[in-house]
């Protein structure tokens, strides 16, 4: 990952070279700082909500699509394919997830939602790697009939049946859940085992209850699709990373024309990464009807195969990073549905977070970027000690404004695909 | 025929023929429900040649026509305005809230809207231009991201700042009704339906978009740098300001796309106010092959296919087939548009390379 640290004047004054990449030592330092602070700022302004197990819990459960539609863009965007369709991919998931899991149970729900994001992928693919189709013109494309077909559909086998065009009956089946016994109270062949960390939450001791509520609400009631979800990041870093197919897929995306005269089928690889996204895309409507909703809604998936793409534009085309993009959206949107009070908290967080930046870009001699780090911290805490509230639209649009941030301040040290969304044809090179 | 033409007839080809396809495809689908698509067809066509069909269809083509003009100016120098819908709803609402909140005579009213609702939409899309010209953010990302955070910005300006006081328990949520100075009459009511004015101006606004583009200096460097990039900087053409006045360009076009909805209609921003039509837009412009002209039918088509279709659901057959056959549409249009491109290309190719062999044999013949 390299949105972190550095620049070259950085580069000579941090002695070991290390210092140039956020590295897993660096990662888990920043994190450490995150999980202070958060607990300092729940203990000034007694806003519980900003670290209880029901929050993360909450913010988990929210990731969950972000996270599968952000790694459904890293694998077809790694190929080289830009996949603005993400969006009525992830539709036709949850109408078919709903359709599957209304007629043959969840477990069937999860496989056809699967499917039909699968389905709208084999359309992109067919029209950007075979006929060298505009791929953001086909990704519109796709959003537009993915909408026609399911609200088509719904119509044509809902009504009657307690739904209609815009919605299915409920969804009753559900899928296994799992809670983690001994840390967090679940179940071992039928004895409840102790909840030893939802015990240490309910003490609300500085920090060892933060740290206890944040590992509380990863390990209780979860999904069995959080699970694969959560295990599908370190699986998409080995598989694109770490083996060989992998790394022709990359190929395919950094570039094409090399790839293929080392005998890189490159026109699979591109069909592979885009079915790949489109199933992840599927699999994220399914979980928001089968885990979320309970049922299809049209306009369920309110944008976040786009929000997906933005985590994966944060997360600099790396897993890891996508992860890190997906949590912290899910974080700032399960604040916005559980409390007012926590979000207006979460305000002095920012303002300390940004003059502490300050702070350490100042001993950098990063004269410009530490002021203006200051100074916004500053107004951040004005507004923080001012207002009462924060308006609920404003965190609902943080991811988008949080990307367009990221993309204004770091684009330079961003790192997409070299030739991603450019068109790939066979024997002729345009560069 | 001379080969100019025969290439022209084959670009015609293209939107005809994925018409068709995409009328077989929608005939499928409705054969797979049990329904018959020649009935349905009959049905639509007569219920669409009705006069007052007409009147709807080319109310419901203006917005469509704009936006298609909107997105086409961008298409024209390969910017991706995906924010044309943001840039739209943006523009409607403070448009409307400004119309309400002052009084002027009838035609400047009007052109006070106008002007306020073009400098909305350019204004929004400006911050897209300057990420890219100053930051090299790509403008699609931008756009994307932009959109939504019109959605929520919309919202927090509609429900604390613009919303009109609540009546006692009225919870519509809207701006402040627009005077009467503010609106336009209809045009002429035909069998019923009342035919917006605002269709003049958009038809103003078409010939204005043709002569800036096709037959101006400004044009002529758009058209240029969308061809090739490299060749019209090295000509002198300066890329970020193209960029910056394209994107504005297209942004005003696009904060018009609510004008005729708002002054012939709804008389203030509600949450009623179509949604999707940037996108539609989009689908508008790639139909009419980024051609005033083209947009226009391809408007007219899609207006006409969303009228038409109102009469399934009195039949029972259900309507959203139709946007089945909007996407497919879409779809086709695209493929077969790189299909031919690539057929006259290589055809060019073809051309260029049998010139160079007769020159040189010809050279070859002087030397001899």
Redesign the interface.
């Known amino acids: 990952m390299s949105w972190g640290t550095t620049d070259t004047t950085a580069l000579v004054a941090a002695p070991p070279p290390q210092g140039r990449r956020l590295d897993t030592r660096r990662v888990l330092l920043l994190l450490g700082w995150i999980i202070v602070l958060l607990s300092g700022v729940r203990w000034i302004t007694g806003a519980p909500d900003l670290t209880s197990s029901n929050t993360y819990g909450a913010a988990l459960r929210l990731a969950v699509p972000i996270l599968l539609a952000g790694l459904g863009g890293l694998y077809s965007e790694r190929t080289g394919v ?1 996949n ?1 369709g993400l969006e009525g991919m992830m539709v036709l998931g949850t109408w078919f997830g709903a359709w599957g899991g209304w007629h043959f149970g969840a477990e069937w729900g999860v496989v056809l939602g699967i499917l039909g994001g699968t389905a709208g992928a084999l ?1 992109h693919a067919v ?1 950007t790697v075979s ?4 791929q ?3 990704g ?10 399911a ?2 559909l719904s ?2 086998t809902f009504t009657g049946h307690g739904g209609g ?1 815009t919605q299915s009956p409920q969804v009753t089946s559900e899928l296994p859940r799992l809670t983690v016994p001994f840390l967090a109270g679940g179940d071992l062949f039928g004895w409840q085992s102790p909840d030893t960390l939802g015990w240490l939450e309910q003490r609300h001791w500085f920090l060892i209850s933060d740290v206890s509520a944040m590992l509380r609400g990863f390990t209780v009631d979860l999904s069995i699709l959080t699970v694969i979800t959560l295990l599908l990041v370190p699986i998409t870093y080995f598989f694109l990373w770490r083996t060989r197919l992998g790394l022709r897929m990359r190929s395919a995306g950094e570039n094409p024309w090399a790839a293929e005269s080392l005998g890189v089928r490159v026109y699979t690889m591109k069909y592979l990464g885009v079915l790949i996204s489109g199933a992840l895309a599927g699999l994220a409507g399914a979980f928001l009807v089968l885990e979320a909703a309970g049922i299809y809604r049209e306009g369920q998936t309110g ?1 976040r195969g ?2 997906g ?2 985590a994966m ?1 944060f997360g600099n085309w790396r897993p890891a990073g996508v992860l890190a993009g997906a949590g912290l959206f899910g974080y700032a949107d399960a604040l916005n549905l559980r409390s007012a009070p926590a979000v207006h908290a979460l305000l002095l967080f920012i303002a300390i977070a940004l003059v502490g930046l300050g702070v350490w870009y100042l001993t950098r001699k990063r004269i410009f970027g530490g002021i203006l780090s200051i100074v916004l911290g500053g107004l951040t805490f004005l507004w923080f000690a001012l207002a009462d509230i924060v ?1 609920r ?2 965190v ?2 943080t ?3 949080t ?2 941030l990221v ?2 301040v770091a ?1 330079q040290r961003l790192r997409m695909p070299t030739y991603d969304g450019i068109p790939f044809r066979k024997g002729s090179q345009i560069t | 025929m001379s080969k100019k033409w025969r290439i022209r007839l084959l670009w015609l080809l293209v939107p005809v023929s994925a018409i068709v396809f995409a009328v077989g495809v929608s005939s499928l689908v409705l054969l797979s429900i049990g329904e018959s698509p020649i009935s349905a067809f009959r049905s639509m066509f007569s219920y669409g040649t009705q006069v007052n069909s007409f009147v709807s269809t080319v109310n419901r083509a203006v917005p469509l026509y704009i936006a298609g003009l909107a997105v086409a100016v961008g298409f024209k120098m390969n910017l991706f305005n995906i924010g044309v819908e943001g840039q739209y709803r943006m523009a409607a609402l403070v448009a409307a809230a400004a119309g309400a909140a002052v009084t002027l005579p009838a035609p400047l009213h009007i052109a006070f809207i106008m002007l306020v609702a073009m400098a909305v939409g350019a204004g929004w899309a400006s911050i897209a231009a300057v990420l890219k010209v100053k930051r090299g953010v790509h403008e699609v990302v931008s756009t994307i991201m932009l959109n939504s955070i019109a959605t929520g910005v919309g919202a927090y300006l509609l429900a604390n700042y613009l919303r009109k006081p609540a009546v006692g328990s009225e919870l519509l949520i809207a701006t402040p009704q627009i005077p009467p100075s503010g609106q336009l009459a209809p045009l002429a009511n035909l069998g019923g339906e009342d035919l917006r004015s605002f269709v003049l101006i958009a038809v103003l606004l078409g010939v204005f978009v043709y002569v800036l583009i096709w037959r101006t200096r400004f044009g002529f460097d758009l058209r240029a740098t969308g061809v090739n990039p490299d060749a019209a900087r090295v000509s002198g053409i300066d890329p970020n300001k193209m960029i910056m006045r394209t994107m504005l360009l297209s942004g005003g076009i696009a904060g018009l796309i609510g004008m005729s909805d708002l002054f012939g209609f709804f008389h203030a921003y509600t949450l009623d106010f179509p949604t999707g039509l940037g996108f539609d837009g989009i689908a508008v412009a790639l139909v009419g092959l980024n051609n005033p002209l083209g947009i226009a039918v391809a408007a007219f088509v899609f207006g006409w296919v969303d009228r038409a279709a109102q009469i399934l659901d009195l039949q029972g057959i259900p309507k959203e087939v139709i946007v089945i056959t909007k996407g497919v549409i879409i779809l086709s249009v695209v493929i077969a548009y790189e299909i031919v491109r690539r057929l006259v290309q290589s055809q060019e190719v073809k051309a260029a390379a049998e010139e160079t062999r007769r020159i040189e044999e010809e050279r070859e013949a002087v030397a001899a």
């Open positions: 830009a603005i359309v029209a006929f060298g189709v505009n953001i013109v086909s519109v494309a796709i959003n537009i009939l993915a909408v026609g077909v609200r088509f119509v044509v065009a944008g786009f929000i793409l933005a534009i308006p639209q404003f609902s649009i991811p988008y404004v990307t367009l993309l204004s684009s």
